[in-house]
Nanobody
């Protein structure tokens, strides 16, 4: 099992920045990849960014150049740096850990981009 706890969300102005954090615990040795997803009420959850065990990263086209996923293995943390935020980035953001057999999810943290 992998337990994930997200933090760092809140209200931010358009064009502003925020950094989301995901703290992982449990069977983290079994994790093959980590990711950030987002979901608005009534809409499908979508992939935002991923980072593999080897450190390779990938991003949704809508966030390329604005968001950066990173990892601190010593602290068992994954981060999502979000810059140049737009109102359409308003969503619940969820941390994901993927193993060979199952996915683990955090409880989510809300990011609201509004003036």
């Amino acid at each position: 099992q992998v337990q994930l706890v997200e933090s760092g969300g809140g209200l931010v102005q358009p064009g502003g920045s925020v950094r989301l954090s995901c703290a992982a615990s449990g069977s983290i040795f079994s994790v093959n990849a980590m990711g950030w997803y987002r979901q608005a009420p009534g809409k499908q959850r979508e992939l935002v960014a991923t980072i593999t065990k080897s450190g390779s990263t990938g991003y949704a086209d809508s966030v390329k150049g604005r968001f950066t996923i990173s990892r601190d293995n010593a602290k068992n943390m994954v981060y999502l740096q979000m810059n140049s935020l737009k109102p359409e980035d308003t969503d619940g953001y969820y941390c994901n850990a993927k193993t060979t057999f199952f996915d683990s999810w955090g409880q989510g943290t809300q990011v609201t981009v509004s003036s």
